[in-house]
């Protein structure tokens, strides 16, 4: 099986970036290693019933120990740019201080992705918070913004030499709505005043970063990635278009709206009032400075009808779709849609799409992985993309999630998002026909 695009894409120029991207936590493992201190991640594993299998992500890929094995992967899948997040807890000790050992780790990955030619994509906070900070009460503590300001300052100062761009964050939505408000991402808390209260803590946070970032790192794009599933209503009647509304403004507009244009959803105010944060005079102005860039992660979209408890209640498709391993719709038309609209309502930046694949089930058979759902599915996404950019949007790059299996979260090691497949037991990395059909993308491209 192949991934094609239309001929005449403007993603099949140079100046267009692919890449693939992982996470630290999710790949690493080391985690007890060179003064790595513990993450809330690390606490949540560890607490009975809350990840899948009992899975935890002390060894996971083993990243920390195989990096160069992976950059040769890498660069084995022919792409232009590789995005990673650092380790906070692996670079600052309780303290403030800077942990050489951590930070000697990153200097040496990115001195090397740099050296093989690759454009690096930094992610400041993939939601490996370091315990101690949650232990103060985490995102729900307004003072963590300031420690995030200080960490993403020791952090450029030390590495920008060796990176292109650098986001904030990564998927502010999950790290303090599943965290803090549904409880099924660490650190496992569940009122909704908390998922939204720590949500503004890590915007404001963002925009506390900013200026440090700009100047210790003047030649790189700084932006954040926000996360987005495309809502449509159960039906044509008033209350599933309101529960659709509901899901759309809570899950996407209450994030990209302040970054955008200085405040939250105005409907809240009148509808769900208790969804909005404290706000302290000079917030906003903090969270809406202008950004280089903006990254959108995609894997699904959702159906919703009214829920007179909470607004809105996820409902199956009525029609006959396609779904992944981890049970996520297919639906790269909602992708199109998601980002024609997002460009219709936002003066937006330049976008870049910095997450977007499949979990299936795969297996080696004869030494081979031979995953044509996730081939079909990259393909259908990335003719999305190039619709939406044919519409006007402005998309600068893809990256496909990930590069390898790693740990997914809650669900452990259960489910498999990479083009290349990881045997646990033995660390081998085995590329998947996902893998040789995106290759073989990039290497049809024209000078």
Known sequence: MSITLPTQSTMLTSDFIFGVATASFQIEGATQIDNRLPSIWDTFCATPGKVKGADNGDIACDHYHLWEQDIHLIKDLGVDAYRLSIAWPRVMDKNGEANQAGLNFYRQLLKKLKAEGLTVFVTLYHWDLPQHLEDKGGWLNRETAYRFKDYADLVTQELAEWVDSWATFNEPFCAAILGYELGIHAPGLSKPEYGRQAAHHILLAHGLALPV????????????????????????????????????????????????????????????????????????????????????????????????????????NAAPVEYTDIGWEIAPHAFTELLITLNKQYSLPPMYITENGAACADHIIDGEINDDQRVRYLEGHLNAVHQAIEEGVDIRGYFAWSLMDNFEWAEGYSKRFGLTYVDYQTQERTIKRSGHAYRALLNSRKP
């Not at 990209?256 to 404290?278: N, R, S, W």
């Open 213 to 316: 970032i700009r100047k210790n790192a003047p030649a790189s794009q700084v932006g954040i990635v926000l996360n987005m599933n495309r809502s449509y209503a159960a039906s044509e009647k008033a209350e599933d278009q309101f529960a659709c509304l509901m899901r759309d403004t809570l899950d996407n507009q209450f994030f990209i709206e302040p970054l955008m244009t200085g405040q939250y959803p105005q409907i809240l105010k009148t509808v769900a009032p208790h969804y909005l944060p404290m706000i302290l005079p000079g917030d906003m102005d903090i969270i809406s400075q202008p950004i280089d860039f903006l990254g959108m992660n995609f894997y699904t979209c959702n159906h919703n009808a009214y829920d007179a408890d909470q607004l809105f209640k996820s409902v199956p």
